[in-house]
């Protein structure tokens, strides 16, 4: 199998990486998967992934929610009920920081369509893009949604769309810098770019360490903080203008992290250990289990 070690930090091209821990996959291989962190500006990887051609397989379980739409368990059941909520302050979001109650929508990273189905219903016109065929044919089953494959996002005219959406997925491509570009390239005039990444600074990233969910090596291949991100943004010609918390993220976050340490009741401990990064980051924005990042290309 190819494997991908990096010498050089994709952020600032420093050429020291330092281990700083091992990580297992618990989805689906039980591998385990080194993270490094920059030295110079403290972007944090996993090394030695999977190249383009095998990690496919390392989504390929019916456990893997944003592909399979599964419901069997109580985590996932908890999954769809905060999913249908966040829907719809997703919408608002996306109104509220556009302007605008209609227009064109790039949804990157789609999975099973809810987002884009929700966003075409209030009467967006949206394009959907997902990698994988299973979530394709699910967002297609389910609602009759056509979601284009990455061929079919080379193929979009660039300054169309007046927002970009990226939730949870940025974290997972492995040509970080070329679609920070195609993004920009992509946005009309005016247009925002909404991202929404695990925070590896959060609080619950720092109680829980290497059995910390969010880190999901080897499909999370990149682990954001809110500098970094900023550092990419301004990399890349873009103005971070606002950074909002995901507040429910980290209960859902916590009942796996503790499924992950083969805990007694692992959900009424991740319900509390949630509840308490809940507090936390209503003190403390930055230390939010997840980040929403809203951007705008520079002057």
């Given at each position: 199998m190819e494997r991908i070690t990096l010498h050089t930090c994709p952020l600032c091209g420093n050429d020291y990486l330092e281990p700083v821990m091992e990580c297992k996959d618990y989805y689906a291989s039980g591998e385990t998967y080194g993270l490094a962190k920059c030295s110079k500006c403290g972007f944090l990887l996993t090394q030695n992934v999977p190249d383009e051609t095998e990690i496919g397989r390392y989504y390929e379980t019916p456990a893997y929610i944003?592909?399979?739409?599964?419901?069997?368990?109580?985590?996932?059941?908890?999954?769809h009920i905060v999913r249908k909520h966040m829907l719809k302050r997703k919408r608002r979001l996306v109104e509220n920081?556009?302007?605008?109650?209609?227009?064109?929508?790039?949804?990157?990273?789609?999975?099973?369509?809810?987002?884009?189905?929700?966003?075409?219903?209030?009467?967006?016109?949206?394009?959907?893009?997902?990698?994988?065929?299973?979530?394709?044919?699910?967002?297609?089953?389910?609602?009759?949604l056509q979601v284009g494959s990455e061929q079919t996002f080379g193929q979009l005219p660039t300054g169309t769309f007046h927002v970009i959406t990226l939730w949870h997925v940025l974290e997972h491509l492995q040509n970080l810098n070329e679609m920070w570009e195609q993004l920009r390239q992509l946005l009309a005039p005016g247009g925002c770019l909404i991202i929404a990444v695990p925070n590896c600074q959060s609080a619950d990233a720092g109680y829980y360490g290497n059995t910390w969910a969010a880190y999901d090596v080897p499909r999370h291949l990149w682990h954001f903080s809110p500098d970094t991100m900023r550092q990419f943004a301004e990399k890349h010609g873009f103005r971070l203008i606002r950074t909002l918390p995901m507040p429910f993220d980290a209960f859902y976050v916590s009942i796996l992290s503790e499924k992950y340490r083969q805990a007694g009741l692992p959900f009424v401990k991740g319900m509390y250990s949630g509840l308490r990064a809940w507090f936390q980051a209503r003190k403390q924005p930055d230390k939010s289990s997840s980040l929403i990042y809203v951007l705008r290309v520079g002057e």
């Open positions: 944003s592909h399979s739409d599964t419901r069997k368990g109580l985590t996932n059941s908890l999954y920081i556009s302007g605008r109650t209609n227009g064109n929508l790039l949804d990157y990273g789609t999975g099973t369509g809810y987002f884009a189905q929700a966003m075409k219903e209030a009467g967006w016109h949206v394009t959907a893009i997902e990698k994988s065929e299973q979530a394709r044919k699910t967002a297609l089953d389910n609602f009759g």
